[in-house]
């Protein structure tokens, strides 16, 4: 393996739209979403860890949620666990890491990528990883790995690409925000926009540059404890300082200013498996189009349902198409798919009616 390839997986996360399993206390990224027998975390550091050294994979992750990640990681040590003692977006974060990784080896490359997303085919993406590795190696740009949008969504940022660019690793023209359905529909008929899954690839040298140059006070906030990273000191250093961090995320603070950001359409599959819909459409159906996960079920007169249960329970359903129905702990979930985007919502109003421990 190649000891200048570093990864930092993000997982600070709660992904709200997946409670009732999604959780504060243990969010999806540390569950079985998939029912493989994995989780999305150990389903994420397994892929990179086909071609990144363990040791130089670093997960990025709040502090309550450290136990977790060495449970579910066994070959983690504690020092590649970087935790944040505050939410404050993601540039904050990468920066604070990719110090952290110069000090270690400054001739290294990262990648910068999200521990809950699905991957099926993890040797293109190895391929397309490596790719932008190479070229982060040998010139002073900011890399991202851009997914062919199947469909105009809304959900998602959009990434465009100089249409008369017909290298493998494309040169972005510019980040586009989430657009309505006809801007989305014209994305696609112009062929090069790609969606933004937040997967970035850069040397540390070049992204460290580049919060020297844009983000002068983030840099000098966290350039200041250069002298504590991976140390016993880093901890009271980060403790005292981190919650001054401006909030803001590498979106903004970083690659909306770079003129020097490329993008390689990916080769494989993906989702970002953002909600139950977004599961439902990556798991295996019956056929009447429901998907099922762990659970034993009876369904009669059903369709395109998503159930998720606890493995081996029973769940008999009779009449119902298009639903959402999840049993978890002391929660029972029966939502209409179509209003999947207000289940955020909806565990707000259940934390208020009921407590903070069933959100």
């Given at each position: 393996m190649n000891k200048n390839y570093y990864a930092v997986l993000m997982a600070g996360g709660v992904g709200s739209r997946f409670w009732p399993v999604s959780t504060t206390d243990n969010p999806k990224q540390f569950h079985d979403m998939l029912g493989t027998g994995d989780t999305l975390i150990q389903k994420t550091f397994s892929r990179l860890n086909k071609f990144i050294p363990t040791e130089n994979i670093l997960i990025l992750t709040n502090e309550r949620y450290n136990d977790l990640v060495?449970?579910?990681?066994?070959?983690?040590?504690?020092?590649?666990?970087?935790?944040?003692?505050?939410?404050?977006n993601t540039?904050?974060?990468?920066?604070?890491?990719?110090?952290?990784?110069?000090?270690?080896?400054?001739?290294?490359?990262?990648?910068?990528?999200?521990?809950?997303?699905?991957?099926?085919?993890e040797q293109a993406f190895e391929n397309d990883v490596t790719a932008c590795f190479e070229k982060c190696e040998n010139e002073d740009v900011l890399c991202t790995l851009g997914i062919q949008p199947a469909y105009p969504n809304t959900g998602f940022g959009y990434i465009e690409y100089e249409k008369q660019d017909a290298n493998q690793i494309k040169?972005?023209?510019?980040?586009?925000?989430?657009?309505n359905l006809e801007t989305a529909k014209d994305f696609l008929a112009q062929g090069n926009f790609l969606w933004n899954a937040g997967i970035f690839m850069w040397s540390v040298s070049t992204i460290v540059n580049a919060f020297k140059s844009y983000q002068a006070k983030q840099f000098e906030l966290f350039n200041n404890g250069i002298s504590?990273?991976?140390?016993?000191?880093?901890?009271?250093?980060?403790?005292?300082?981190?919650?001054?961090?401006?909030?803001i995320s590498i979106d903004y603070a970083i690659l909306e200013n770079s003129k020097s950001i490329f993008t390689l359409p990916a080769t494989f599959d993906w989702n970002d498996l953002g909600?139950?819909?977004?599961?439902?459409?990556?798991?295996?159906?019956?056929?009447?189009?429901?998907?099922?996960?762990?659970?034993?079920?009876?369904?009669?007169?059903?369709?395109?349902?998503?159930?998720?249960?606890?493995?081996g329970k029973i769940v008999v359903v009779d009449g119902l198409e298009d639903y959402i129905?999840?049993?978890?702990?002391?929660?029972?979930?029966?939502?209409?798919?179509?209003?999947?985007?207000?289940?955020?919502?909806?565990?707000?109003?259940?934390k208020d009616e009921f407590g903070d421990q069933y959100a």
């Open positions: 060495l449970e579910q990681l066994p070959l983690v040590k504690q020092d590649q666990v970087v935790l944040e003692p505050a939410m404050r540039a904050p974060c990468i920066l604070y890491a990719a110090l952290k990784i110069q000090k270690m080896n400054p001739n290294a490359v990262m990648i910068v990528a999200p521990s809950d997303h699905w991957i099926e085919d040169k972005v023209a510019q980040f586009r925000e989430k657009p504590c990273y991976n140390t016993a000191d880093e901890q009271e250093f980060i403790a005292e300082n981190y919650p001054k961090a401006e909030n909600t139950w819909g977004a599961l439902y459409e990556k798991l295996d159906k019956d056929q009447s189009e429901n998907a099922v996960v762990n659970a034993q079920s009876l369904l009669i007169d059903s369709k395109s349902n998503m159930i998720s249960a606890a493995k129905i999840v049993d978890k702990d002391d929660v029972l979930l029966i939502y209409p798919k179509s209003k999947q985007q207000d289940i955020k919502q909806v565990r707000g109003q259940v």
